[in-house]
């Protein structure tokens, strides 16, 4: 179950990873606006936010891949708290979302599963 989770978390960090390149390096770009449903004046606007927006989506992926390369060479207690902390963060991001505004319900459970899941999945592997 421990593997499990970990792969999910390593999958949630790829996806993190992902957001970071739309937001913070092709943010005004017609990929990432049509991903975010912005207009091309909108994303200039909101260009800087953006940019330290996706920086918090790599770091978090940073601390998940960093917990999990930790578990597998056997430091499970710090391992574990980076995976928790940072999948955990993506999963409270993505409930964040979604209770701002309902209309980002899509967004929030891509972002926001597989994160989820892998704190469930490790929570449940460690106590067994």
Known sequence: MVIAALILAGLAAVVHVFIFYLESVTWTGPRARAVFGTTEADAQATRGLAFNQGFY?????????????????????????????????????????????????????????LPALAVTLLAVGLAL
């Open 57 to 113: 989506n790599l770091f978090l992926a940073i601390a998940v891949v960093t917990g999990i390369v930790l578990m597998a060479a056997g430091n499970t207690v710090a391992g574990a708290t980076l995976v928790f902390v940072g999948a955990g963060s993506m999963a409270a991001a993505a409930l964040v979302l979604v209770l701002s505004d309902r209309a980002y319900a899509s967004a929030a459970l891509k972002q926001g599963a």
